[in-house]
Every structure is written in structure tokens, then in C-alpha cells.
């Protein structure tokens, strides 16, 4: 036998559980990462309220074993679960991604239908505040939209 042989046969072969793993994590990076995100704010919120995972389990109507996967970031959340955690924490998850038109910043929310936007400082941007308050009217027609800087008005 070459050294080549007895090298291979005290060697293991490749775990594919392991090399599986790793391909789960590289396809699924994205959700992985936002579902870690959430993790820490229902982690965050439990302490500040002083509820426990079986706590949440109970309001939720799910097993703790579930909750548990949730607070490790492992878990896919479906909308209704993470509606569920925002109504029973009282913590924001959904919240719109930001557009960005030069210096004006334009956030849509998702739970409250509001739009937060800045433009004082860029009156010039008026207009691209008002394009996106069309574009979302125009999406979601059933709801009705209002800027940060109409509340002041």
C-alpha cells in the first residue's frame, strides 16, 4: 500500500451533511441574515418586556420549540407570523425600504400606511416627494397616504 493509500483510508470522506449545510447557507444568505435581524429585535423587545420564549409561544398559539428557531434566526418568517410578532411586541419589522432622490429620503411603512419624508432642507425636491406619494397611491389604492411634512401643516 502507498503512502497515498493509507493517507485516504485514515482520512474521512466528505460530509455531505456538512457540504449541504454550506450550500443552504450560500442559496439562502439573504433571508438568513434579515431573519438573524428580526431574531435580535424580538430578542431585544422579550428582555425589555420581560416575557419569556414560552411567553411569546402562548400569545402567538405556536410551540416554543418554533419560537426558539425564530430567536436563532433559522427561520423563514412567513408576513403572518411577523405581523404577529409587530402586534404582540409592539416593535416595527415591516418597515419600507427607502428611496433616495438626491438629499430627499422617502420611507414608506408598511404597518402604519405613513410616509416619512424629509425635504425641508431640500424644498427643490418637492416634486420627487410628490411622485412617490403617487407611486404608492397608485399600488395600494385601498389605503390612504399622508407625509410627515403634511402633519405639521
Not at 493509500?5 to 450560500?26: C, G, H, M, Y
Not at 423587545?45 to 419560537?67: E, F, H, R
Request: hydrophobic share 35%; glycine share 2%; with cysteine.
Amino acid at each position: 500500500m502507498t503512502r497515498k493509500e493509507k493517507f485516504l483510508t485514515l482520512v474521512s470522506p466528505a460530509n455531505d451533511e456538512t457540504l449541504q449545510a454550506i450550500q443552504f447557507r450560500r442559496e439562502n444568505s439573504l433571508w438568513l441574515r434579515e431573519s438573524g435581524r428580526i431574531a435580535v429585535k424580538v430578542l431585544l423587545a422579550l428582555k425589555k418586556q420581560g416575557l419569556s420564549q414560552k411567553d411569546l409561544s402562548n400569545q402567538m398559539s405556536v410551540s416554543p420549540q418554533y419560537i426558539n428557531k425564530l430567536v436563532k434566526g433559522r427561520e423563514n418568517l412567513t408576513l403572518e407570523t411577523i405581523v404577529k410578532l409587530q402586534d404582540i411586541l409592539q416593535i416595527e419589522i415591516l418597515v419600507s425600504s427607502v428611496k433616495k432622490e438626491g438629499n430627499l429620503s422617502v420611507a414608506y411603512n408598511y404597518q402604519t400606511n405613513y410616509i416619512q419624508s424629509d425635504y425641508t432642507s431640500a424644498p427643490c425636491m418637492v416634486p420627487a416627494l410628490i411622485q412617490v406619494h403617487v407611486e404608492l397611491q397608485e399600488q395600494y389604492p385601498e389605503n390612504e397616504f399622508i407625509s410627515s411634512n403634511q402633519l405639521s401643516a
